[in-house]
């Protein structure tokens, strides 16, 4: 019989399973077949857990599973099975629990060893084919682990057990709970602060990674109380990471993160939900600052996502784009040698192009010296006064070098770009366009992101009333995989359809949020013990039998968290106590454990400012020049926990609204009357109409002020 060219994953689904259909190893898909083939056959399963824009899965992939020897090491002794983490986060994350456990660290690619059960026993994380550099090589790593299974059976089971035992008591959360502590908020700003470089900006060393929740946390508490240390955390990280090679300078939008400190070297993949969550992070730098240039960072994130990860036919934003072209580049696509740019620019533009980037003959990559990481390294005063220019001149030569630089790198083979559509991570960007929208006027985005969640409302909460985790993939012929929304799909498209509501007005999409609030607390929600599980367990194999109820941001928000959130916004808007003790309930059973996770709890920290302080929200009327103004003035200040609608005066009626304000809004004389207004309901008790914009803006200062914790 003629050998196949390739093996089961020509079926998948997903772009980073398909990238692996020509390898010689008889991969499997996770799921019953690959269970029962174990069983059957008496061997261990290798577990192969990565993305399709992780560069070292692609070089362990060439090294290790496209080598003919080690295929017939793995095909002889194990039942190889590839994960997809971005379609399967339920099962990365138990299993990265587990090898971090056994290693002490964890990473992609996510090498494991399981019983033919799907239970632990052995792992790490890349493995060069042979010995290297005090790495055991992969076949070396695949005998040992099919002797010990073969001839140290009991031995193994042991392992296996403990392993599993550990993850589990990890994940119990139960006897640390308590009250949710008065001084949350500035607890974990406060391990943040400890951990700020105050000459590169961001927390701790090198490697960098952003940390949107833990910013936002800073801002709110400088947003309350003009602190100039805090301030100067927050526009020396805004401005270190805007300025520096973790940002591309050519085409807008950040890399993952920064291989050193001070933010110059990335690694060149760029992820929707880095850049969701940092343009929230610049929108909130400029309300609370005023600095302009947030803002025009803001705009330059959307310019990136709006070129590169967005669906203009249908909506919806894409996954990822990957770092490199092929597995011998190490971001060439992104980098410049100098003849390179020379190459591209005049003579003026290079004179002013070359001290901005700080381009040289050695640059800052390892594998070729030649190549620069753009960045910059001099303001443009710095550059008039070297070149004897004046300020307007270098700004515009820069402009047109800049122009020519991407004009001339998009003529270079491209990353690939992930098309798979996933629920949850579009809701981050939804939520995000739409903050961003609100603030800086930005009809277009605020347009694009109401067809985005369009679409995954209308092709991801289907009318059994379950979210899908993945609504399209990056092959549009590959046959779709039913993979069930998950806590994170549910609570971030909850946030997104009442970011919508308040962008909107529309009825509607309050409706969605809470069916999805609803349907989130009957799949999740642990009536026991408070909390929410990451997935439903329905049918789980392996280490999904074990619950995880997730409460570490990493890299995302922790989906309780934001569903603690969820939660306290649509209490706000209903007056159902039942909301707001199921917040307080959840936020309650990661009490005792939040100072052991520090900045990492961020998210639970602005989840706490609702439970705490409570809401604040700010009801426009009127659809004139008044109203716009007043709702610019309601806008304009960052508080985590404030809301600002603006309804038209044919839709202010208690069918149009919320519950809560239903019972407000439409009976107040002014509102009657068609006269442009504003309220300010806190806590359920509202303000009396407020006309003047200037009034709004004081009132509205003076109420979040009254709420500070």
């Not at 077949?33 to 261990?44: C, D, S, V, W, Y």
């Not at 800086?440 to 009318?463: K, N, T, V, W, Y």
């Not at 039998?545 to 570490?552: D, E, G, I, L, Y």
């Not at 407020?690 to 709420?707: I, T």
Request: net charge negative; with cysteine.
């Amino acid at each position: 019989m003629p050998e196949t060219t390739t093996n089961s994953l020509a079926q998948a689904s997903s772009a980073y399973l398909r990238s692996a259909m020509h390898q010689p190893i008889r991969w499997h898909q996770w799921g019953e077949e690959a269970f029962a083939a174990a069983q059957r056959e008496n061997k261990p399963i290798l577990l192969d857990i990565g993305a399709v824009w992780c560069h070292w899965c692609h070089v362990m992939d060439r090294e290790s599973y496209d080598d003919s020897e080690i295929a017939r090491l793995v095909n002889d002794n194990f039942i190889a099975v590839k994960v997809d983490r971005d379609e399967r986060p339920d099962i990365d994350s138990r299993y990265q629990s587990a090898v971090q456990a056994m290693t002490g660290q964890g990473g992609w690619p996510l090498t494991a060893f399981l019983t033919s059960e799907g239970k632990p026993f052995y792992g790490g994380t890349y493995f060069p084919p042979d010995d290297n550099r005090g790495r055991p090589g992969f076949k070396r790593v695949l005998a040992a682990i099919s002797e010990a299974f073969r001839s140290k059976r009991d031995e193994v089971a042991q392992q296996a057990d403990m392993v599993l035992n550990a993850i589990s008591h990890a994940e119990s959360f139960t006897e640390q709970g308590g009250g949710v502590p008065p001084g949350i908020v500035r607890s974990v700003a406060g391990s943040a602060l400890k951990l700020f470089d105050p000459d590169h900006g961001g927390f701790g060393s090198a490697p960098k990674f952003p940390h949107p929740s833990a910013l936002d946390v800073i801002l709110h508490l400088y947003s309350r109380s003009g602190d100039e240390r805090l301030q100067q955390v927050i526009t020396t990280t805004l401005e270190h990471m805007a300025r520096g090679g973790v940002y591309d300078q050519l085409a807008g939008g950040f890399h993952r993160y920064s291989v050193d400190e001070r933010w110059v070297v990335p690694h060149f993949e760029k992820m929707s939900y880095d850049n969701s969550e940092l343009l929230k992070n610049y929108v909130h730098g400029y309300q609370a600052t005023g600095n302009t240039f947030f803002a025009a960072v803001a705009r330059d994130i959307i310019r990136w996502m709006d070129a590169w990860i967005t669906d203009r036919a249908e909506g919806g934003f894409y996954a990822s784009q990957d770092a490199d072209i092929n597995l011998d580049d190490d971001g060439d696509y992104f980098t410049w040698t100098l003849d390179e740019a020379r190459a591209v620019l005049s003579e003026d533009e290079f004179k002013v192009a070359q001290p901005y980037y700080d381009i040289n003959e050695v640059g800052e990559m390892h594998h070729n010296p030649a190549k620069n990481v753009f960045y910059v390294r001099a303001s443009i005063e710095e550059i008039a006064v070297r070149t004897g220019m004046n300020r307007e001149r270098v700004a515009a030569l820069l402009d047109s070098a800049r122009a020519k630089l991407y004009a001339a790198r998009l003529n270079r083979p491209t990353p690939f770009i992930d098309k798979t559509v996933y629920v949850g991570w579009n809701a981050l960007c939804i939520s995000a366009y739409l903050d961003a929208a609100r603030v800086l006027s930005l009809e277009d985005a605020r347009h694009f992101a109401l067809r985005s969640l369009d679409r995954i409302l209308s092709q991801g909460f289907p009318s059994y009333g379950g979210l899908k985790h993945v609504i399209a993939y990056a092959d549009p012929q590959a046959a779709p995989r039913d993979v069930p929304g998950m806590l994170d799909d549910y609570a971030f498209t909850a946030l997104a359809a009442l970011d919508a509501y308040e962008a909107t007005a529309d009825i509607s999409y309050f409706n969605f949020s809470r069916k999805i609030v609803d349907a989130m607390i009957a799949r999740f929600y642990d009536q026991t013990s408070g909390g929410f599980f990451d997935s439903e367990n329905k049918g789980a194999l392996g280490a999904l039998t074990t619950r995880r109820k997730p409460f570490q941001d990493s890299p995302t928000p922790a989906g309780n968290s934001a569903a603690a959130i969820a939660l306290l916004r649509m209490y706000a808007y209903t007056n159902d106590s039942g909301y707001r003790d199921k917040a307080e309930a959840t936020l309650e059973v990661f009490a005792g454990i939040t100072e052991q996770y520090g900045m990492f709890s961020a998210t639970y920290a602005l989840a706490a400012v609702w439970l705490l302080e409570g809401h604040t929200q700010v009801v426009v009327v009127g659809n004139d020049e008044r109203a716009r103004q007043l709702y610019a003035a309601a806008v304009a200040p960052f508080a985590v926990n404030k809301a600002v609608l603006k309804v038209s005066d044919s839709a202010a009626t208690p069918q149009n609204l919320p519950p809560a304000l239903a019972e407000v809004i439409p009976h107040l004389p002014a509102v009657k009357e068609g006269k442009s207004t504003a309220i300010i309901c806190s806590n359920f008790t509202c303000q009396p109409p407020v006309s003047d914009p200037d009034d709004l803006a004081k009132s509205l200062h003076d109420a979040l002020m009254a709420k500070a914790a």
